[in-house]
């Protein structure tokens, strides 16, 4: 039934299954029919495949490799897949960036969040350490030009276990999770409530809620999942190894908490001024780039860029927030321009900004302006809370992608005065709006063009064929404000 493979031997299994590599899910089943004819014998190989070629089928690539390669069939216990040898298969793409580089294209769904189990798991007796603690990883390359999934090419085969570092933050992230449950506050679970280990939504139906202990209010069903920037850093570091990386914020692997650690290291110079933490970190009082605040703050944590190892596997952004002497900040956080057209034909589940925000945690670090000076005030690690996500933010993000879909409407006075639009802007909202991007204005009205910038450069085709200055969503400095309070005060 097995054919090659001792099921109770990792070793044994691992090195069948790279025997994967180079294969689509095509030719594993166009090269088996054991499976069908030993094991199920009611289904015919052509309906076998035209069953797992729907996109929407969950798992369905995963099941392939189980029941046609491994013959085994696939099931929904909690158990390890090859419960023998204590291993679990995970079938997992990953995709070629623009750039050149790859990234995992999704996070690593370990196993389903029970609430009602949860509070009273310990994390080594839980079964998301059951599912994770040894992985067998089977990564296909996922190319948009394939219409037919099941022609994905399998190119790495890799057994994975977390290290111990990771491990310890792993372990704190179920904790954290955990204590939301047992606080009542499983419906306001996010992806970016934790570091490395997630509560993933998973549910085909977004408006889907189930019960939770503590608590009267339905919460989404979610499960414990490896973020997609955690898996990234996995299969480029430990299985292409196209990167090599030391920059590693901690050194030891004592620290109990991660984020505990670094707010000591930054709490260490509350209260000092920017200037003399530059002279100090960065060689002079008088820095000119723009990014000083952020090499500072990163100098501060002993290493070197923004992609420290477990910023990059956590999906951390660094955000050095400048408060003046009145308590107020000047400038609302940008991000980066959209292309208007794109915008306008995505859906609020699969938008950047919610994607952005619903898996981006943030590590804020304030300085505080007083006599004329800048000084240290503090860190704090945040993100959005999920009120906040699926209320005011989307709402605003909505009413900007309707506005534009229906047309912008400009108020033009003359040639030299500023063109007025219609889009939400920050005195709208509550926390996002939209501003331009582009540093000069430029404008391309019914054949009419207005500003100083460049039209091919500074600009963005509208859907009325009109062309207006590159935009790009901004958080309200007012929002920042209200999130920094309990550091300001």
């Known amino acids: 039934m097995y054919k090659n493979y001792n099921p109770s031997d990792k070793e044994s299994i691992l090195q069948y299954a790279k ?110 350490w059951d599912k994770l603690k040894n992985i067998l990883l089977v990564y296909y390359l996922w190319e948009p030009s394939i219409n037919n999934r099941l022609d994905y090419l399998i190119k790495h085969v890799y057994k994975f276990s977390p290290n111990a570092d990771d491990l310890k933050i792993i372990e704190n992230d179920f904790y954290k999770i955990r204590q939301k449950v047992i606080d009542g506050k499983a419906h306001e679970l996010s992806e970016s409530d934790t570091l490395y280990l997630g509560a993933a939504t998973k549910s085909s139906d977004s408006k889907q809620r189930t019960l939770q202990p503590n608590s009267t209010i339905p919460a989404k069903p979610r499960a414990f999942s490896l973020k997609a920037s955690y898996m990234t850093y996995v299969l480029r570091n430990y299985i292409i190894k196209d990167e090599d990386k030391n920059d590693r914020i901690l050194k030891t692997d004592t620290v109990p908490d991660f984020e505990e650690y670094v707010l000591d290291r930054i709490k260490c110079f509350n209260n000092i001024k920017d200037v003399e933490l530059f002279e100090k970190y960065l060689g002079s009082k008088t820095i000119s780039s723009k990014n000083k605040y952020s090499r500072l703050v990163l100098e501060i944590l002993g290493v070197k860029t923004k992609n420290a190892e477990e910023f990059e596997k956590a999906n951390v952004q660094v955000k050095v927030i400048r408060v003046e002497e009145n308590n107020r900040i000047k400038e609302s956080m940008s991000f980066p321009a959209f292309e208007i057209l794109d915008l306008i034909n995505q859906k609020w589940e699969n938008s950047y900004i919610n994607k952005y925000f619903g898996k981006t945690r943030f590590l804020f670090v304030i300085f505080q302006k007083s006599n004329g000076n800048y000084f240290l005030k503090g860190a704090k690690f945040w993100n959005m809370p999920i009120k906040d996500l699926e209320g005011d933010l989307k709402e ?65 085709l509208l859907p009325d064929g009109n062309r207006m200055t590159k935009q790009c969503f901004w958080l309200n400095n007012n929002y920042v404000l209200n999130q920094i309070k309990d550091i300001i005060n």
């Open 19 to 128: 025997g994967l590599i180079g294969k689509t899910f095509n030719d594993i089943c166009n090269e088996d029919e054991y499976f069908l004819t030993q094991i199920v014998k009611d289904i015919s190989p052509e309906d076998y495949k035209t069953s797992y070629e729907n996109k929407n089928r969950k798992g369905g690539l995963g099941e392939i490799i189980e029941e046609r390669y491994f013959h085994y069939k696939a099931d929904n216990f909690s158990r390890a897949d090859f419960s023998d040898a204590d291993l679990e298969l995970k079938v997992s793409p990953y995709k070629i960036n623009k750039n050149g580089t790859v990234s995992a294209k999704e996070r690593l769904i370990i196993s389903m969040i029970n609430y009602i189990k949860i509070i009273e798991m310990d994390f080594y007796n839980s079964n998301a």
């Open 396 to 460: 605003e993000w909505e009413r900007s992608v309707k506005t534009f879909k229906e047309g912008v409407k400009f108020e033009i006075k003359d040639s030299s005065s500023p063109i007025k639009n219609n889009l939400p802007k920050m005195s709208d909202t509550n926390i996002l709006h939209v501003r331009p991007h582009a540093r000069k204005a430029a404008y391309l009205i019914n054949g009419i063009k207005y500003g100083k910038g460049k039209i091919d450069t500074d600009t963005d």
